[in-house]
């Protein structure tokens, strides 16, 4: 995984070499760069979205698209879905859909066909190693069309919670110069330290985890996440009693900036995940990833693919605030977190870079 995340470092240095001291719409790159990550670790193929703003990236662009018909949609699938039985709406468009299927089935039969031979250590791999083994899980069959629906569910749930993480930590490294300057502090010691970027470096940069931490709380991925009740369940405490097939709405936000789980709600304040504190978080009132076993299946890879393009940044460039830069940010949040004016940000070349 490393390795394939390495050529998406160079596509963003390449970026950002071109663009220094100028006005860059942040989210923008940061699409970009988780768009060519998951592409490139789940299919094996590179997206280059940098230079190539039709491919996935429009393909990306198209499925979570942010227009009030869009909206609509949303809504209808979570609230009323009688009306899209009715209209027969899309969730996604069509086109969207189609050249993500194009591109995944090539990439999975010329790997298949290969015998083994190709090997990526990606989705694919472990796709065609289950449909050898003729595993079955709870019914479900290694058809095209579930095949091809696990990759574009990959595709589009990955991409954008990643972006929208990468860009809004950026943006607090760039209006919080101290904690940026800590960070750029602790990846120089792991890396001196462990001499190279390898994943267990990573890991032991346990400020980096409290800064993504933090900016998946203030800025959650997604505004809500959704079940269904199973059994009827009688609310501890109270006189409520959900009954089974309730639809329930979890809302991240009302959690994330509820005061008496997190005080001081609007400060981005890593120090809430540090090892003291982040003991004293309850359970399930962080909920980033979800929990249980409908939680994020990406968790793992989207973490780190936020992580790298960090440190990339932070080991090259210094990050700062320009003159469109808002602080705090406006957000809209459905159908997904957004910042309303983009992430406008500045990136200058670090003197010593290391
Ligand atoms: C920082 C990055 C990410 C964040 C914050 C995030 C967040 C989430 C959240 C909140 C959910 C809903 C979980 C629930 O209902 O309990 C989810 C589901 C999901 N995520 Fe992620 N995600 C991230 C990255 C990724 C990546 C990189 C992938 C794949 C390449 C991915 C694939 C998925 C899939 C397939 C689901 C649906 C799981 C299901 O319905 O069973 N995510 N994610």
């Known amino acids: 995984m490393m390795t ?9 240095h390449n970026y950002l070499e071109d663009n220094l001291g100028t006005n860059v719409e942040t989210k923008e790159m940061s699409a970009r760069y988780t768009t060519d990550a998951i592409v490139k670790c ?25 227009s009030f018909g869009r909206s609509l ?7 009323a879905t009688w009306i899209i039985k009715l209209f027969k709406f899309k ?52 058809s095209r069309e579930n095949l091809v629906a696990q990759a574009v569910t990959f595709f589009s749930s990955g991409f954008e919670a990643a972006a929208s ?4 930590t950026l943006h607090e490294l760039g209006v919080n110069e101290d904690i940026q300057e800590k960070l750029r502090n602790e990846i120089k010691t792991v ?19 409290m800064c993504v931490n933090e900016t998946m709380r203030k800025y959650p991925g997604t505004s809500f996440i959704h079940r269904e009740c199973i059994e009827n369940y009688k609310v501890p405490g109270h006189e409520l009693t959900i009954e089974k097939g ?42 980033p990833f979800g929990d249980g076993p409908r939680s994020c299946v990406g968790q793992t890879l989207g973490l780190l693919i936020v992580k790298k393009a960090i ?19 406006v957000l809209t949040p459905f159908p997904i977190i957004q910042s309303k004016g983009g992430v406008p940000l500045t990136f200058r070349r670090l003197e010593s870079a290391f």
């Open 191 to 209: 890396v001196v330290t462990h001499g190279e970027l390898t994943f267990n470096a990573i890991h032991q940069m346990k400020y980096l985890q």
């Open 42 to 66: 789940c299919f094996g193929i590179s997206a280059n979205s940098f230079i190539n703003e039709d491919g996935f990236r429009l393909a990306g662009k198209k499925m979570l698209g942010q």
């Open 4 to 12: 394939n995340i390495e050529e998406c470092d160079r596509n963003l």
């Open 311 to 329: 440190i990339h940044i932070l080991r090259n460039y210094i990050i700062e605030k320009n003159a469109f830069t808002t602080e705090p940010i």
């Open 165 to 168: 993480t990468l860009a809004f």
């Open 73 to 79: 949609i949303v809504f209808c699938y979570y609230y």
């Open 91 to 142: 969730f996604i468009e069509s086109s969207a859909v189609d050249f993500v299927r194009d591109a995944f089935e090539n990439a999975y039969f010329q790997r298949e066909a290969s015998n083994g031979k190709v090997k990526n250590n990606d989705l694919i791999d472990i796709l065609i190693d289950f449909k050898k083994q003729n595993l079955e899980f709870n019914g479900f069959t290694f």
């Open 246 to 287: 309730t639809p329930i709405i979890i809302g991240l936000y009302g959690l994330h900036y509820n005061m008496k789980y997190f005080p001081n709600p609007e400060k981005y304040d890593p120090e809430r995940f540090n090892a003291n504190n982040i003991h004293k978080i309850i359970n399930c009132t962080f909920l």
